[in-house]
Structure formats: structure tokens, C-alpha cells
């Protein structure tokens, strides 16, 4: 049974549409997040949402929205999908006074033709 | 600017011997720093950890290393083994910026060992 699922594993898709990734976690942890791995293999983060509230929004476009319509679930939303996109987005959840532990999905590859 | 640095893209070593993966970082706020592992098509889990209290945190074959004045760390892997091939995160968090712990997790890039049978 799987900590922290994403859906989908893969992603491809033409410059301009709309695209959601799905992320769930049933480890009953309090604080879910939202990561881009681009390119440079860096792993930066995008969001987080402690209880259903946002408490870090990076500097990421405003194409990017992230909806957490309870506390088990974080889903981002992507408008008018450009190529510089295409990148592995990776979701992760922690508990209350344990941030610092992050347990993370297998990942999303988006890829933008 | 990157904040946490891994200037070693990869590292290969025998089975048995020890490998050590390095990672700097110039954030002085940062106050915990992490080893996260990352085998293909999984996400990165959580290995090892040392807070900047310590200066070293052992947990069975794997020890990290903190020279805080350096700005350094290191994730030593005795012995080596092949199921330890994957690629090794650094990562470091301010634990309590203003009094509250956010999460903000600040990754470098990896570092890809293959040990060898």
C-alpha cells in the first residue's frame, strides 16, 4: 500500500493545454508538498500546504496552482503548458513537528512537445 | 544561486570498500541537514540526518559528518554494497525560521554511486 501515490507516473503533452497531477497520502500527515526536479537535477520545492493552508509558495509562474481539497490530498494544476515545463514533479508529505522528514511519491514525468 | 552544492555527479567503488559522497552548502541559517536516497522510477527517502548541534551521526553502515565552519558535510558508506547504487540527495532546512517550521527543504543535485560486485 503505497505512502504517497501520484498519477499520473507519466505525462505527455502539447504546448498550451491544461494538465493536473494527482497526489495522495495516507499517512495521516498534517503538511503535503509539491517539488520540480528539473533538468540540473536539482529538487526544488514549489508548495506546501499544512492542513489544507498554504505556507510556502516559491517564486513558481501563477500557471501553477496547487488545490488541497483535504489534508490527505494535494493536486496541481497547470495552465497553458509551456516546454520549459517538462521536468519530473515530485509530491511529499510530512507530519507536525517532523517537517524535516519528507516522504515523497515516485514522481510525475511531464513532458511538453 | 544554489545553496546546497554536490560537486561530484557520481562516484563508483568496489563492494566492501567505503564510499564517501560530499555536499556544501553556504546558507548559514541552515541548521539540519539530511541524506536522501533515490533508486530509479521511486522518489527520494529519507537515509540519514545530523543536526548542526552534532558533528557526527552514526546509523549502522552509514555516518554523517558536519564541519559547520567549513560548510561541509559528508555521508560515509562502510562497507559498501551494490543494493547501496542509487542516486544520494543532500538536503538542509532552516528547522525554525521566525519560530516556526515550515519545511522547506533545500536539495542539491546528486550524486549518482555505483558499487561494484
Known amino acids: 500500500d503505497t505512502a504517497v501515490s501520484q498519477t499520473p507516473k507519466y505525462l505527455v503533452t502539447q504546448m498550451g493545454n491544461d494538465k493536473s497531477i494527482k497526489c495522495e497520502q495516507n499517512?495521516?500527515?498534517?503538511?503535503m508538498y509539491w517539488y520540480k526536479q528539473d533538468s540540473k537535477k536539482f529538487l526544488k520545492i514549489m508548495f506546501s500546504?499544512?492542513?489544507?493552508?498554504?505556507?510556502i509558495n516559491e517564486t513558481v509562474p501563477n500557471r501553477f496552482s496547487p488545490k488541497s481539497p483535504d489534508k490527505a490530498h494535494l493536486n496541481l494544476h497547470i495552465n497553458s503548458l509551456e516546454l520549459g515545463d517538462s521536468a519530473v514533479y515530485f509530491c511529499a508529505s510530512s507530519q507536525e513537528g517532523a517537517k524535516n522528514i519528507q516522504y515523497f511519491g515516485a514522481g510525475t514525468r511531464l513532458s511538453v512537445l | 544561486d544554489q545553496q546546497v552544492k554536490q560537486n561530484s555527479p557520481s562516484l563508483s567503488v568496489q563492494e566492501g570498500r567505503i564510499s564517501i559522497l560530499n555536499c556544501d552548502y553556504t546558507?548559514?541559517?541552515?541548521?539540519?541537514f539530511l541524506w536522501y536516497k533515490k533508486y530509479p522510477a521511486e522518489g527520494p527517502t529519507f537515509l540519514i540526518s545530523?543536526?548542526?548541534?552534532?558533528d557526527k551521526n552514526e546509523d549502522g553502515r552509514f555516518t554523517v559528518f558536519l564541519n559547520k565552519s567549513a560548510k561541509h558535510l559528508s555521508l560515509h558508506i562502510v562497507p559498501s554494497q551494490p543494493g547501496d547504487s542509487a542516486v544520494y540527495f543532500c538536503?538542509?532546512?532552516?528547522?525554525?525560521?521566525?519560530?516556526?517550521?515550515?519545511?522547506?527543504?533545500?536539495f542539491g543535485q546528486g550524486t549518482i554511486l555505483t558499487v561494484h560486485p
Open positions: 545530523i543536526s548542526s548541534i552534532k
Open positions: 499517512l495521516g500527515h498534517d503538511t
Open positions: 546558507n548559514s541559517m541552515f541548521d539540519y
Open positions: 538536503a538542509a532546512i532552516e528547522m525554525y525560521a521566525g519560530g516556526t517550521s515550515y519545511g522547506k527543504l533545500t
Open positions: 500546504y499544512n492542513n489544507k493552508e498554504l505556507i
